[in-house]
């Protein structure tokens, strides 16, 4: 298969943005100074920008901004570390983020990229502040709701039995617990004083994040944080604290509020074969959001799959040739 990306790019401007609390946001920006602004809100939460992400736009069409969120990637303090205190990193500390930064670059309104839990930033963003947004482009759509946890760290399990067996039975004391109970207590270990358990446990989250959202039909997993130990403990602490907390909005918020993205075009774009999170959310928020267009693309997995950077690509160029 073709590549669908563009050619690799280095960023023309970067910087730190302290966002008070005593945190500072990595960011930077590629393609044109004069082109379209654009936003991307990478996954996790936790994971960081990469710099295969800067790809994703026409660096010809797009002014991209890549921003780390709170306490990971190059942003700091770090994740990793355990006395970084977690207390003022929640889903309305990142809006908050988004909007202190977009007035920092002297942006009016940009267009929001993201997958996964990207795609709830993104949508909590966007219903907060419907005016600063041009359009939104979303992959693997999720909203962290309630029932998106416990599947994801409990029902999928059927599917990946020995993987699940080992993910469940990490946590001493509590062998049995499913979804936002096995997520609080793999928290309470991720945010402990025992440097090695948290490491473990950060290694388990991981390897059980990995074996779900494997992409190709053989399910091999990359095992990407082998090489970066704190990358990987961010990560997992990150994801807990997030997810155990159901991203500190009420369940279904994001959907019931969805007549606010009202005027605002989007595409989102979901593979059929997602086993992190089924296609019916993404259909559901197309149903409730009229200005959305729904691309579900058979046989792909979660962000991974033929046809999937495609319709991304698609989509991005498109938007890229409006105002």
Known sequence: MA???YPPIEPYDSGLLDVGEGNRIYWETVGNPDGKPAVFLHGGPGSGCSVGQRRSF????YRAVLVDQRNCGRSLPHAADHDTT???NTTHHLIADLEALREHLGIDRWLIFGGSWGSTLAF??????????????LVAVTNTRREEVDWLYGGVG??????WDRFR??????PNASGTDLVAAYNLLLQGPDERLREDAARAWCEWEEAVVAGDDQHRTSHQYDADPRKWLAFARLCAHYFANHAWLEDGELLANASRLRGIPGVLVHGRRDLGGSPRLAWQMAQAWPDAELKIIDGAGHGEGAGLPEAIRAALDRF????
Not at 158 to 163: D, V
Not at 169 to 174: E, I, P, S
């Open 3 to 5: 590549d669908a990306w």
């Open 58 to 61: 026409d660096p010809q069409r």
């Open 86 to 88: 977690l207390d003022a």
């Open 124 to 137: 909590a963003y966007a219903e907060r502040h419907p005016e600063r947004v041009s359009g939104i482009v």
């Open 158 to 163: 059927r599917y990946f039995p020995e993987a």
């Open 169 to 174: 039975r990490f946590v001493d004391g509590a």
């Open 320 to 323: 890229a040739r409006t105002g």
